[in-house]
């Protein structure tokens, strides 16, 4: 099982703020303790016109994080491809591979948000065209400069087309297992319909909600900031469908319901429980576990110290065991 | 008048010793597909004090993905940036539209654009839309400097800086007065030309250090001679010919600059 953490956001929030400039030094911190501490990569992920002025511009970002790293990959989780011209966001995309040796990931995602799309000028009815003249460029200019690309969806038919291009996906940490299992089995079976293109079966990354603690009060601590972090969602309005796995998931309708269900997906407690909640993780068949730890204006060394914790008594006992084939 | 360097291959190494000899500025190089923004994120990552000019090219992407982009390497940078807006391909009229969009993103307000070129907020998902958009996050620094390039540049009436390519070109009035040149390597030549330049009026000069020239050339010549000769008049070159003081002993640098005190009060080790 590959680890590693996410979503880096450089919010600002009603409930902690703080200066945004404090945010991306953070960042810059932040990604070489993860080198240090031995993470795979580090997921940043984007918005538009929010008030917290969550991050708008990944490939800038990541630009930076990889440049004061050497062997950690930067991940975007996701960029929203839909809203920037093709040729250009994918030669930015090969200038970020090309000068960090190829350690790029370019995860792309749709986006959802109205607002978003009526301030880019893009009808939101064109945003699965526009994914596909980004992905064509992207494979095309971008990919031959070392970056990796994933793909962001949250239902069978969007991350079985990613299988199909034999591309990995990243499934978000409030689906419940249930539907990370159903999702795993539709991109492998995508892939297999395809014919197996690359011949080896593309990676499903999944983010999920852990803390490892043995302290009644970290872990109040910890849930609470979990519950906070999902108030976002109710500001964004994000939804998860009702499919036959899972219930629906709707932040904007039923907030409190929402993230209820979302916090309750958290693994936590001491390491053994926290090796037994991903030994389940893979077993729904997750190649690569990105740990959802990065709460927005949360003290850095809480994040640290968990970060290195996990490393230390987690990661371990994690390295040989393998997804189970959907 | 100031003097920073032209990085024409966006060479991180280049602008770091650049930043550790007291230069004021980089430039970024300027790319065909106008994404210098991510080569100025990594100048902001792995420099400190020195101000990053990034290469803005209008006509590649929306003004608002562009305003965007940088005001994330601004708080990146702890607000070092300056925007240097490349007109490209377009003409005057059209650049001043994108010029107007990008500047009113970065404003504290918030953003409503109706022109030929753009509608902020576009209308396109209907009217349920806010009708002003906020583009967040804003700049780290309160006015975000921004100087203008490119064959349309002169012909915009924004008040803005223009770079200047010719000494005729340079405005002695001007606040701020933008302009970059090549250097030769040659000493006299080159103490010629700055001279000229801050003559001209120029504040800050950009140069470019010939393609040959030796690592030590951002310290050992340009921060050595070039800088000190436009920062005063009459300059006793005296100061700057005279022999740079002996490195300093290996180890002794290691030591601590405050002894500790042995008072106990600091702890177990004080």
Known sequence: MRFGAGLWCLQATA????????????????AVALETFGYEGMWLSEHHFFYDGYCPALLPAAAAALSVTTRLRVGTGMLLLPMQRPERVAALAADVAAASGGRLDVGVGLGYRDVEFDGKGVPRPDRVARQRAGLAALRDVAVPAGATIWNGSATPAGVARAGARGQGVMLSGANPLSLVRELAAAHRKGWESAGRPGGTPPPVAALRNVWLTEDAAERRAALDWQRASYVLYAGLGWSVAERDSTPAMDFLSDPSGA???????TIIGPAPAIIDGLHEV??????????????????????HHVLRRLADEVLPAMSTVEAKTP | MRIGLQLPTGDVELAARADAAGLCAVLTPGTAAGIDSAVAARLAARTSDIRIVVRVRLGV??????AEEAAVVDHLSGGRLVVLVDTADLDPAAAAEDLALLRACWSGRMVRHVGPRWRVPSGVMGSAMPATLS????????????????????????????????????????????????????LDTDRRRVTAWAEAGATHLLVRVPDDADPEFVHAFVARYLVPETAMPHLPRVMVESPPPLPWPRGASAAPTMAPTSSGEDGPHG
């Open chain 1, 282 to 303: 893979a077993e729904a068949g997750v190649d690569y576990v990105i740990f959802r730890v990065v709460i927005e204006g949360a003290p850095q060394a809480a994040l």
């Open chain 2, 61 to 66: 992407e929306h003004p608002v993905t562009l």
């Open chain 1, 15 to 30: 409930t902690t703020p703080r200066h945004h400039t404090t945010a991306y030094r953070q960042l810059l911190e932040d």
């Open chain 1, 259 to 265: 993230i209820a269900d979302a916090v309750a997906t």
């Open chain 2, 135 to 186: 583009v967040t996050p804003k700049p780290a620094q309160l006015d975000l400097p921004v100087w203008l390039d490119g064959a349309a540049a002169g012909a915009i009436d924004s008040g803005l800086p223009v770079v200047a390519r010719s000494f005729a070109a340079a405005s002695i009035a001007a606040q701020v007065q933008p302009a970059v040149d090549d250097l030769t390597g040659d």
